[in-house]
């Protein structure tokens, strides 16, 4: 059973940049496509951007292209979320996820592992 732990979360000015963690314990993780998601108070969680086991197959959410970028390190058995150009409409808890096989997912019901969470609160 593979299990998920974010890190790097914060307060950040408008503006600012934060880089997100998720390192993977339990699994192959080369093998997983993995994917980002957040939720913000009072809304579903909803996807931020994915990318496959190869590191390839990039895709993101219309309202963070340009601004956010996920890779991974399979030697560290971590995936990555840098985001820049933070606007308060991204404070969410941010949170990565893990499906098999070689293409992530844009549909949350199509990751059976989770992490807890990270916060991240932007400050306008």
């Known amino acids: 059973q593979v299990q998920l732990v974010e890190s790097g979360g914060g307060l950040v000015q408008a503006g600012g940049s934060l880089r997100l963690s998720c390192t993977a314990s339990g699994g192959t993780f080369s093998s997983y496509s993995m994917g980002w998601f957040r939720q913000a108070p009072g809304k579903e969680r909803e996807f931020v951007g994915g990318l496959g086991w190869s590191g390839g197959s990039t895709v993101y959410a219309d309202s963070v292209r340009g601004r956010f970028a996920i890779s991974r390190d399979n030697a560290k058995n971590t995936v990555y979320l840098q985001m820049h150009s933070l606007e308060p409409e991204d404070t969410a808890v941010y949170y990565c996820?893990?499906?098999?096989?070689?293409?992530?997912?844009?549909?949350?019901?199509?990751?059976?592992?989770w992490g807890q969470g990270t916060q991240v609160t932007v400050l306008s």
């Open positions: 996820a893990v499906r098999g096989g070689p293409y992530p997912s844009r549909t949350y019901g199509e990751y059976p592992a």
